[in-house]
C-alpha cells in the first residue's frame, strides 16, 4: 500500500518561496515516478512537476524556471522548491504515484500567496 504525506504548504506574499515535501512509503522509491499536482478553487486539478526513478524531470509550463522538483533518495522523500511564487500559484498541492491503472494521493498541502 503506497502511502503519501505532504508538508511544507503555508501563505507567502507574491515573489515569495516555499519548499513542499513529500515523504512515501510502500513503494520502490528509486524506481517510482514521483508526481507534484495542485487544484485551485473551482478549478480542476493539474500536474506541476514529476521526477522519474532515473532522475528525469518535467514541468508545466507555467512553473518552469521558478519551480525544481528534487528527491532524498534514502529518506524517500521529494521536494517541490517553489519561488517567485504569484497569486496565480494558490491551490493546494498533492503528492502522486501512479502505480498500473491506480493512483494513489497525499492528504494535500494548502499554498496560499497574496498579492
Known amino acids: 500500500q503506497v502511502q503519501l504525506v505532504e508538508s511544507g504548504g503555508g501563505s507567502v506574499q507574491a515573489g515569495g518561496s516555499l519548499r513542499l515535501s513529500c515523504v512515501a512509503s510502500?513503494?520502490?522509491?528509486?524506481?517510482?515516478?514521483i508526481n507534484w499536482y495542485r487544484q485551485a478553487p473551482g478549478k480542476q486539478r493539474e500536474s506541476v512537476a514529476s521526477i522519474t526513478g532515473y532522475g528525469d524531470t518535467t514541468y508545466t509550463g507555467s512553473v518552469k524556471g521558478r519551480f525544481t522538483i528534487s528527491r532524498d533518495i534514502p529518506n524517500n522523500t521529494v521536494y517541490l522548491r517553489m519561488d517567485s511564487l504569484r497569486p496565480e500559484d494558490t491551490a493546494v498541492y498533492y503528492c502522486n504515484v501512479r502505480r498500473g491503472y491506480t493512483d494513489y494521493w497525499g492528504q494535500g498541502t494548502q499554498v496560499t500567496v497574496s498579492s
Open positions: 510502500g513503494t520502490f522509491f528509486s524506481l517510482t515516478t
